[in-house]
């Protein structure tokens, strides 16, 4: 058993959700923030059988998308230190990150 941590874009996240679900795999969304754009993102979270992990990974990464943004570089401290404050920079978001776990173990109660 793997639990599979996939970070996605909130604009992603429903279409993800829903090809997961239409293809047997139950999820748990979690809003979360990412620390670097301070913006929303979602934390989905599933557990699947150690052969099923190339599937969620194929499904999570044909529904995220990758996105350009522009932020000032005013909002972070770490960009603060290389370039001066107020300087626009571009960062590109995603598609998908993700992380895939071993499961000592796992019952439902
Ligand atoms: P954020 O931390 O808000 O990062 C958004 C995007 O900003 C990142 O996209 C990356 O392109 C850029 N970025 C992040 N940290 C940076 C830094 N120190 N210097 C310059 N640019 C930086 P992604 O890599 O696609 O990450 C999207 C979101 O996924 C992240 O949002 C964070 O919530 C999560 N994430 C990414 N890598 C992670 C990791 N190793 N551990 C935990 N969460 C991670």
Same mark, same amino acid.
């Given at each position: 058993?793997?639990?599979? #941590?996939a970070?996605?874009?909130?604009?992603?996240e429903?279409?993800?959700?829903? +090809?997961?679900?239409?293809?047997?795999?139950?999820?748990?969304?979690l +809003? $979360?923030?990412g620390? #670097?754009?301070?913006?929303? /993102?979602?934390t989905?979270?599933?557990?699947?059988?150690?052969? +099923?992990?190339?599937?969620?990974?194929?499904?999570?990464? %044909?529904?995220?998308?990758?996105?350009?943004?522009?932020? /000032? $570089? $005013?909002?972070?401290? %770490?960009? /603060? $230190? %290389?370039?001066?404050?107020?300087?626009p920079?571009?960062?590109t978001?995603?598609? %998908?990150?993700? #992380?895939?776990?071993?499961?000592?173990?796992y019952?439902?109660?």
């Amino acid at each position: 058993m793997k639990l599979v #941590f996939a970070i996605v874009h909130d604009e992603d996240e429903t279409e993800v959700m829903r +090809s997961l679900n239409e293809d047997g795999f139950s999820v748990t969304k979690l +809003s $979360s923030t990412g620390g #670097f754009l301070r913006a929303g /993102n979602s934390t989905l979270v599933v557990g699947v059988p150690k052969e +099923s992990v190339d599937h969620v990974m194929d499904i999570i990464k %044909a529904k995220s998308r990758s996105r350009k943004k522009l932020i /000032n $570089s $005013s909002i972070t401290p %770490a960009v /603060n $230190s %290389a370039i001066a404050p107020g300087y626009p920079i571009e960062v590109t978001v995603g598609g %998908a990150t993700i #992380f895939v776990v071993d499961v000592e173990k796992y019952e439902k109660a």
